[in-house]
């Protein structure tokens, strides 16, 4: 028998780590690419909501539950911010440090935006993430992920995910606990507290 999906779960220790340190400031993380020629902005929104559609993550927020601890919960109908500015080539880094600097609003979710900054014959895109949820690693499949959709090449069900994934101390255990407990986020995460 199948187990049912995930609808939402308690932050993990490295995901609570930067949940707790954005509190203070803003760790948000980005992948970028530069793109030659147009492409559509209907399609892209459209790629953005089919992508988010397949992945509960790209559509949760941070909640604090009612004993103070934060959990991953996907919500409906959140489409992924996308911002398009005309943007000279010499002004992108600029503008994209301050998209970096912008909190994302926890409880509000996609926890996720789409910045297209536009450019005479390039465009810089980036896909800015709560680094709670996101790495560069992520960022960079999902970046991707959606350059294949924007290409009409089919995106494969395995890419479908109806549960949230776990914490990363769950997926890596090896890496995480050693013949005492965790080590290194128990000292870390009892600094927090």
């Not at 924007?150 to 606990?177: C, G, I, N």
């Given at each position: 028998?199948?187990?049912?999906?995930?609808?939402?779960?308690?932050?993990?220790?490295?995901?609570?780590y930067?949940?707790?340190?954005?509190?203070?400031?803003?760790?948000?993380?980005?992948?970028?690419?530069?793109?030659?020629?147009?492409?559509?902005?209907?399609?892209?929104?459209?790629?953005?909501?089919?992508?988010q559609?397949?992945?509960?993550?790209?559509?949760?927020?941070?909640?604090?539950?009612?004993?103070?601890?934060?959990?991953?919960?996907?919500?409906?109908?959140?489409?992924?911010?996308?911002?398009?500015?005309?943007?000279?080539?010499?002004?992108?880094?600029?503008?994209?440090?301050?998209w970096?600097?912008?909190?994302?609003?926890?409880?509000?979710?996609?926890?996720?935006?789409?910045?297209?900054?536009?450019?005479?014959?390039?465009?810089?895109?980036?896909?800015?993430?709560?680094?709670?949820?996101?790495?560069?690693?992520?960022?960079?499949?999902l970046?991707?992920?959606?350059?294949?959709?924007?290409?009409?090449?089919?995106?494969?069900?395995?890419?479908?995910?109806?549960?949230?994934?776990?914490?990363?101390?769950?997926?890596?255990?090896?890496?995480?606990?050693?013949?005492?407990?965790?080590?290194?986020?128990?000292?870390c995460?009892?600094?927090?507290?």
């Open positions: 028998m199948e187990s049912a999906p995930v609808l939402f779960r308690q932050l993990g220790l490295a995901e609570r930067l949940w707790r340190i954005d509190r203070i400031s803003c760790l948000n993380t980005a992948a970028m690419a530069t793109v030659s020629g147009v492409f559509d902005e209907t399609r892209l929104r459209g790629a953005l909501e089919e992508i559609h397949r992945q509960p993550l790209y559509r949760a927020a941070i909640v604090v539950d009612k004993n103070g601890h934060p959990r991953l919960e996907p919500r409906s109908a959140c489409p992924i911010a996308l911002t398009i500015r005309d943007c000279a080539p010499t002004a992108w880094q600029a503008e994209i440090q301050r970096l600097a912008v909190p994302f609003s926890e409880a509000e979710a996609p926890l996720l935006r789409w910045v297209w900054l536009r450019g005479n014959s390039v465009s810089l895109v980036a896909l800015i993430a709560h680094h709670t949820i996101m790495d560069g690693r992520s960022l960079t499949y970046m991707k992920t959606l350059f294949a959709h924007l290409s009409d090449r089919p995106l494969k069900d395995r890419e479908h995910a109806p549960a949230l994934p776990e914490p990363v101390e769950q997926r890596y255990p090896t890496v995480f606990r050693g013949a005492s407990g965790l080590l290194g986020w128990e000292k995460w009892a600094w927090g507290v």
